[in-house]
């Protein structure tokens, strides 16, 4: 469960030293990641898309005009304090993976080929029957999984000596993994300790980073739609040692726009009678997801927003049996360059059918790095704050919200954003916004 507000000191710790994040994966999102807040240091680009760096919040009445930047209201690491690190499978540094990843242009990356080229990934740990149609030779060996999560977190302590950092945070970029169903050796963490010590099946190079992770008390979010951190064994582990998670799988295209376009056909009672999307990418990401194991895993994320959001249940008159179809085609001609379209059926008054259509050209990478900088930075503070286990108010960023047992996670856009708000309201001593108004208008 997200820590309590008892468990919320009056005051969260200032952010002082050095930040490290490491992300698993130096691939086209790390290092657009990376280079972009580069940039920015350097006075090259705008964080364009970070809500840490851009975004204001309102502080109490309209009348009083306090909206101040997030990142002065609350005690955010500065940009200038942050260290990168990373594990990829293949050796390539970030200026190497950044120019094969084809993200950026040259005009970008060269002014900072010296910063890059310095970030050279330590060794993964990686299997290839978790992701098929990625190979490398940067791994670690070890003769158990236990074994492996210990070298694991051997590199957080040496990487937090190395560069002499005060705090790490963990960003899962690295590619999906093949489907894997919750079972009982992800119940309790005695199980899960048991079934890495065996070499388990089950337990996924993903899901050793985040036990790394929590056991160094370092908060973990994850990017990717794998389980990773998403298991009771880690979600108990991650609250008996006061550490932030989160996840799963950044909320960055199509499905961010369904999270646009679904409140909006709810909100004016319209309904739906399908809704079909297909994307065409040409990156690492759609290769792996060519594979149908890995695309699974994808599909089981992408599937569940709709549902979530127009509640079928409640409004049968409007959305029961609602057609969701979901494709991604691997076209390496687009490479990162990712395209969607939607095709939307909606019902109006009298049942008179109507049409939506969405032809999304966008960069995959460059709508992830922003998401990236601000999950650090918020999972930083976090744990600064007191906060503990999983960060439902950190939703806005993900296609499927973590949350406690039993909960349905919130996908509409709009409601993960005044989450998010009022949770920094809430710790730092502010009140909630309601919205309400009925103030101004009584005498």
């Known amino acids: 469960m997200q820590g309590s507000a008892a468990d919320v000191p009056s005051t969260p710790r200032p952010a002082t030293g050095r930040l490290g994040i490491i992300t698993p994966g130096l691939g086209a999102v ?38 101040p930047l997030i990142k002065e209201f609350v ?17 390539d540094d970030a200026y190497t993976a950044a120019k094969k990843a084809g993200v950026l242009e040259d005009r970008d990356l060269e002014p900072i080929k ?34 492996l999560a210990e070298q694991l977190r051997q590199d957080i302590r040496d990487f937090k000596t190395r560069n002499k950092c005060d705090r790490v945070v963990i960003v899962w970029c690295a590619s999906t993994e093949i489907y894997i169903k919750p079972g009982p050796k992800h119940a309790t963490l005695e199980q899960f300790e048991r079934a890495m010590e065996n070499n388990d099946e089950e337990i996924a190079p993903s899901m050793l980073y985040a036990y790394a992770a929590i056991m160094e008390g370092v908060p973990f979010c994850n990017g ?57 990418l040409g990156n690492r990401d759609g290769e792996v997801l060519d594979d149908p194991a890995s695309f699974k895993t994808k599909e089981e994320s992408k599937l569940s927003v709709l549902h979530t959001i127009l509640q ?17 085609n691997y076209y390496p001609p687009r490479g990162d360059n990712k395209e969607g379209w939607d095709n939307i ?54 296609k499927s919200p973590m949350t406690a047992p ?27 916004i309601t919205h309400l108004g009925l103030e101004y208008y009584q005498s």
């Open 345 to 398: 059926d909606i019902v109006g008054w009298m049942g008179y059918p109507m049409q939506i259509k969405v032809n999304f050209l966008c960069r995959d990478s460059i709508l992830a790095a922003p998401i990236v900088l601000d999950l650090a930075l918020f999972s930083d503070f976090a744990q600064r704050a007191g906060l503990k286990g999983i960060q439902e108010w950190l939703s806005f960023y993900y």
């Open 114 to 147: 010296d910063f890059l080229s310095a970030i050279v990934p330590m060794p993964a740990v990686f299997e290839n029957k978790y992701v098929t149609r990625i190979n490398g030779t940067n791994v670690k060996k070890g003769k158990t999984k236990r074994d």
């Open 406 to 432: 039993g909960l349905q996670p919130e996908h509409d856009l709009f409601i993960q954003q005044t989450k998010l708000k009022n949770t920094l309201r809430h710790l730092m001593g502010e009140e909630q």
């Open 312 to 328: 079928p249940e409640i409004y049968p008159d409007l959305y029961k049996g609602f057609s969701h179809v979901v494709r991604i």
């Open 30 to 67: 790390a290092t657009t990641f990376m280079a972009g807040v580069e940039s920015v240091r350097r006075g090259h680009a705008q964080p364009i898309g970070s809500l840490t760096q851009m975004a204001t919040i309102r502080l109490g009445k309209r009348t009083e005009n306090r909206s």
């Open 75 to 91: 005690p955010l690491a500065e940009l200038d304090d942050i260290v990168f690190g990373a594990w990829d499978p293949i050796a």
């Open 224 to 280: 990717a739609p794998n389980l990773s951190v998403d298991i009771p064994a880690l979600v108990q582990l991650a609250n008996e040692r006061g550490v932030p998670i989160s996840g799963k799988d950044f909320k960055t295209g199509q499905t961010w726009m369904k999270t646009v376009i679904a409140p909006g056909l709810k909100a004016r009672m319209l309904g739906l009678a399908g809704w079909y999307s297909t994307n065409i």
